[in-house]
């Protein structure tokens, strides 16, 4: 019911989503323990999605998502990709910090899962960037290693998805950096836009 509602309602519905996220106690330890709650940002009509996996310190103490150093990796290869952080949005599996930044587990992803169905409902985005293993398991429900999942593309509603490496793992290991970018060509690719 969502679907392709103007620019105005849009805003308006993220940000009815983003209060009712500030104030969730879904996962009592994340509530406990969080700054605040990092909901999303970017163009509330974007074409494009990209989905981590959840806040970092830094996330936590601004409000933003991927604004650290994996951040300001991901903002390269955004800019590689001739893009704009404006055109697309930007959001995690969760909203909230994870102590020591562990994985999230099954059960605060399902918790936080309706934030972000809803997010997805309302941008209602064409592709969706899954970045690691986490969002693209958490999404796709799948157990497959990120390994198998690079290079297919998935459906999640409307969006065509595609699964890549987190820009973490990228910072531990810069070679995977050119697996990045053949998945970005090709990904991009597929919507008609060849990337140089
Ligand atoms: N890593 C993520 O997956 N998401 C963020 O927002 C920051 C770091």
Known sequence: KLLNLPLAERVHELEKLKKCVANCTRCPELASTRK????????????IMFLGEAPGADEDATGVPFVG?????????????????????????????????????????????????????????????????????????TTEAIGKLRGKLFEYGRAKVCCTYHPSYLLRNPPAKKDVWQDMKWFFGTMGVELT
């Open 69 to 141: 150093r994996a951040g300001q990796l991901l903002d390269g290869i955004i800019a590689a990709c001739k893009l704009k952080r404006e055109e697309i949005y930007i959001c995690n599996i969760l909203r909230c910090r994870p102590p020591g930044n562990r994985l999230p587990s099954p059960e605060e992803a399902g918790n936080c899962r309706e934030w972000l169905d809803g997010q997805i409902s309302i941008v209602n985005p064409e592709y969706i960037i899954c970045w690691g293993s986490t969002a693209a398991k958490n999404l796709l429900g």
């Open 36 to 47: 605040q709650t990092v909901f999303g940002v970017g163009n509330p009509q974007a074409k």
